[in-house]
């Protein structure tokens, strides 16, 4: 379902300057900058509404979030979030992500999140799954020599392309789990989506892919 675009979101986008960046691109190379410091930076591709990502900031104060989202009115939502828990390592960014080239340069990032994206379960729209080769050798230049991708869904079709995906392009896989919420894992941050789908009884379906050097990028 498309979001219609709603007057004024963007202006209310604005007023939470300290908050958003609307033009990215211009702190390629340079996170650190914007939060005045050298910690780590994590990403949320694909925020939504935030819970994930503001949960995160708020139990780690010494990792810096970015959390990007094209969608106005959903992250209008998301900094809202960050806003009412008063947190300082976290900026939100306007974003398309097929432009990721224009966001980071190399080994910038520590790490991705890849949060219940969307599956485009045609298999000509594969190319625009945010783990599909394309995208994932991106991020390979762009995370540190330790950096990793945590990715959840709760589409089984999507999680063994992204692992047939992650692997070819040369990662190593780490906890691979078929039901995350039968599993012994510990830490793990829900968001709204994965709230909605495990009261309705679906299987969430998480990896981890660390970056490596043993194989030519």
Not at 28 to 35: A, Q, R, Y
Not at 63 to 76: D, G, I, T
Not at 184 to 212: H, P, S
Request: with cysteine.
């Amino acid at each position: 379902m498309r979001l219609r675009r709603r007057p004024g979101v963007k202006e209310k986008l604005l007023s939470y300057n300290d908050l958003v960046i609307l033009n990215p691109e211009q702190f390629k190379g340079k996170w650190n900058t914007v939060f005045g410091n050298s910690h780590p930076i994590h990403v949320e591709l694909g925020t939504g509404r935030g819970q994930f990502i503001t949960t995160l900031a708020e139990k780690n104060p010494d990792v810096n979030f970015l959390a990007v989202e094209v969608r106005e009115q959903v992250l209008l939502q998301a900094v809202r979030k960050a806003d009412g828990k008063g947190l300082n390592n976290i900026r939100f960014l306007l974003f398309n992500l097929n432009g990721i080239d224009h966001l980071f340069s190399e080994k910038e990032v520590r790490r991705f999140y890849i949060n219940f994206c969307d599956p485009w379960p045609k298999k000509r729209h594969g190319k625009r799954r945010l783990t599909h080769s394309s995208f994932l050798l991106k991020y390979k230049t762009f995370l540190t020599e330790d950096g990793e991708i945590h990715f959840k869904t709760d589409n089984e079709a999507l999680f063994e392309f992204s692992l047939n995906e992650i692997s070819a392009c040369g990662y190593k896989l780490r906890n691979i789990i078929f039901d995350l919420h039968h599993s012994d894992f510990q830490g793990n941050v829900m968001t709204e989506y994965e709230e909605k789908f495990v009261l309705e009884g679906k299987r969430i379906y998480r990896c981890e892919a660390i970056k490596t050097e043993t194989l030519d990028d």
